[in-house]
């Protein structure tokens, strides 16, 4: 629920009392991004009180009456401009002639409210210029948040650089003599750096690409099991090396309706989390089951799990829990974010339980069929 506040301002105390009557407490309902607003009501009498409550406090909306005892409602609207001062302007005014429509607009005012109005009426344009104001909060955030993606995607590609960088320049300097084996391990710890750069961007151009819906989905009758298969078959050799093992618990076939290649993603970035953020000789269950007209893949690991603390965020971009375990394990914090996206393309569900030094589980669920879709 987010609140935006709203002043009044106007003379006449029983048209102060009857907005704030209609809309303080009052709630409006934005389905299509799941919130809900609600209003808080403050009130002023003059031109001049009003501008002081607006320097003073945020205010989201301001109902300002056109005719004032001191100074005019088209000059509050100037000095509103003057002084750049951000709300949204709904003109209350007795004189609906088109001079006063047109000088209101240039001077900023977003609407108009001809007195004497309906509470239904005062709802409605306040719902107009509550649904403009929240897209563009939606717009800021948005922008918000593509500044935070680049400014950790620019971070997390300068530590690999450097620690590349730096590994050269002591090989330039020769600092363990002439002979090339004994910079094995600098060229070894070089070769992992890159290879983490090499999949975070592999994976941050298949989270574009599925946000902008330019991955190209086709949908086949696959069969899961098969799929499940290959993914563990890919993971096997390094859960291997940490003496993991990796159980199926399948049906021998399991048909779904679905895009090969978006079932192997979901696959492989479960089963390589539950591998990497295993502990030594730990398991690993992947179980298939077929309910009503869904599948639920369920990967359960005997990891190191995760607080509850960072279970809320872990379907984020750029995601990753600092930890001791965690530190010298190699991510992106793409691969939740990018499992998220495609469970969701496919009218999906993913859920997830961990407990930390015990393990975690993800649930993910999808439909047999996709809606609409004919298998190509
Ligand atoms: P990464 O590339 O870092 O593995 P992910 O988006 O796949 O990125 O995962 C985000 C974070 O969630 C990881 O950095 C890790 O801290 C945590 N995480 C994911 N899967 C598991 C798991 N099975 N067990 C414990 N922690 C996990």
């Known amino acids: 629920m987010k609140t935006m506040n ?14 704030v009557k209609t ?4 709630t409006i309902a934005m389905p299509q991004f799941h919130e809900e607003i609600r209003f808080s009501v403050t009130e002023a009498e003059t031109g001049n009180a009003g501008l002081d409550q ?45 001079e006063v429509a047109v000088s209101a607009t240039k001077s900023g005012a977003f609407d108009f409210l001809a007195k004497p109005f309906t509470p239904a009426e005062l709802k409605a344009s306040i719902q107009k210029a509550a649904t403009r104001l929240f897209l563009q909060w939606q717009a800021k955030q948005l922008a918000e948040e593509k500044r935070q993606v680049i400014s950790v995607l620019a971070h997390e590609l300068k530590s690999p650089i450097n620690a590349v960088a730096g590994y050269l320049a002591l090989m330039q300097d020769r600092v363990s003599g002439d002979r090339l084996d004994d910079y094995g391990d600098m060229i070894g710890r070089s070769l992992i750096r890159l290879d983490g750069m090499k999949k975070m961007i592999m994976d941050l151009l298949d989270l574009t690409r599925i946000e902008s819906g330019n991955l190209k989905r086709t949908l086949d009758n696959v069969d899961l099991r098969q799929c499940a298969d290959d993914a563990v078959m890919g993971v096997t050799p390094d859960a291997q090396k940490r003496q993991i093992t990796i ?3 399948a049906p021998p ?9 978006e079932l192997s993603m979901i696959f492989n970035n479960l089963l390589t989390n539950a591998v990497k953020y295993n502990q030594d000789k730990g398991r690993v269950r992947l179980l298939l089951a077929e309910k009503d007209a869904h599948v639920q893949i369920i990967c359960e690991d005997t990891g190191i799990g995760i607080s509850k603390e960072d279970q809320k965020r872990l379907f984020g971009e750029f995601v990753r829990v600092k930890t001791n375990e965690t530190r010298l394990i190699e991510g992106s914090g793409l691969g939740l974010a990018i499992l998220k996206k495609i469970v969701a393309a496919n ?10 030094g015990k393990g975690t589980t993800f649930m993910v669920t999808l439909p047999k069929k996709q809606a609409g879709g004919e298998p190509a």
């Open 247 to 249: 159980s199926l618990d």
């Open 253 to 261: 076939h399991l048909m779904i309706e679905a895009d090969t290649a």
């Open 23 to 26: 809309l303080n407490g009052h």
């Open 6 to 19: 709203i002043l009044i301002i106007d003379d006449e105390p029983g048209m102060r009392s009857g907005v």
């Open 54 to 98: 607006l320097r003073e406090t945020r205010v989201d909306i301001v109902l300002l009456d056109y005719k004032l005892p001191d100074i005019l409602g088209l000059e509050v609207l100037n000095r509103l401009t003057d002084e750049n001062i951000d709300v949204l302007t709904i003109m209350i005014t007795a004189y609906a002639s088109l």
């Open 347 to 356: 009218d999906g569900e993913i859920t997830m339980e961990s407990e930390p």
